[in-house]
T-cell receptor, first 117, second 110 residues
Framework: GAGVSQTPSNKVTEKGKYVELRCDPI?????LYWYRQSLGQGPEFLIY????????DSGLPNDRFFAVRPEGSVSTLKIQRTERGDSAVYLC???????????????FGPGTRLTVL | DAKTTQPNSMESNEEEPVHLPCNHS???????IHWYRQLPSQGPEYVIH???SNVNNRMASLAIAEDRKSSTLILHRATLRDAAVYYC???????????FGQGTILTVHP
């Protein structure tokens, strides 16, 4: 079946511009996660959605970062006034979610490589 | 979530077993032990998880120490495709964020 997809695969932008990164989770997965990964580092948590609501946004670095999931499926990560330090691979993951033990496995997409010049 | 400690790198030969260690001395009684791996230029991939008992699946085995302060991921016969960064992660629930460390870079020699 289809896995988690992310678009675009690569995004190059200029400092100060606005970008949107899209994530299509596995159909039926209620939990959706965003992470970002800098070169040579492990992924760093950004935000977690359970359905349409953000259950944990403690990883968002500042108010330039925002994410939505209006219908409980596709999610968009939005970055305003991009800075060179935002350059990283942005990873999305989904899982069946819930509190019954079915969410142990997170399924990751291939990521979007964001480069801010 | 409690912290884990892993070696920076390990090497193995193809078709030999690999034992990847992880120390988690501050683990709490409800923390699950998860292992993920990340192949080059790909997103992380779930490998296995456990709570107290040893676990086996098609990819690997997870051996958990009796005091739960350490665990070992076992790849029974390494292949070139197993070359990846392996992350040992503790998580208090079955949902919510994963906290990745630096992981162990596994190199498999033909």
């Amino acid at each position: 079946g289809a896995g988690v997809s992310q678009t675009p695969s690569n995004k190059v932008t200029e400092k100060g511009k606005y970008v949107e990164l899209r994530c299509d989770p596995i159909s039926g997965h209620t939990a959706l996660y965003w992470y970002r990964q800098s070169l040579g580092q492990g992924p760093e948590f950004l935000i977690y959605f359970q359905g349409t609501g953000a259950a944990d946004d403690s990883g968002l670095p500042n108010d330039r970062f925002f994410a939505v999931r209006p219908e409980g499926s596709v999610s968009t990560l939005k970055i305003q006034r991009t800075e060179r330090g935002d350059s990283a691979v942005y990873l999305c993951a989904s899982s069946p979610g819930g509190a019954r033990g079915s969410g142990h496995e997170q399924f990751f997409g291939p990521g979007t490589r964001l480069t801010v010049l | 979530d409690a912290k884990t400690t892993q070696p920076n790198s390990m090497e193995s030969n193809e078709e030999e077993p690999v034992h990847l260690p992880c120390n988690h001395s501050t683990i709490s009684g409800t923390d699950y032990i998860h292992w993920y791996r990340q192949l080059p230029s790909q997103g992380p991939e779930y490998v296995i998880h456990g709570l107290t008992s040893n676990v086996n699946n098609r990819m690997a085995s997870l051996a958990i120490a009796e005091d739960r302060k350490s665990s070992t991921l076992i790849l029974h016969r390494a292949t070139l495709r197993d070359a990846a960064v392996y992350y040992c992660i503790l998580r208090g629930t079955s949902y919510g964020k994963l906290t990745f460390g630096q992981g162990t870079i596994l190199t498999v020699h033909p």
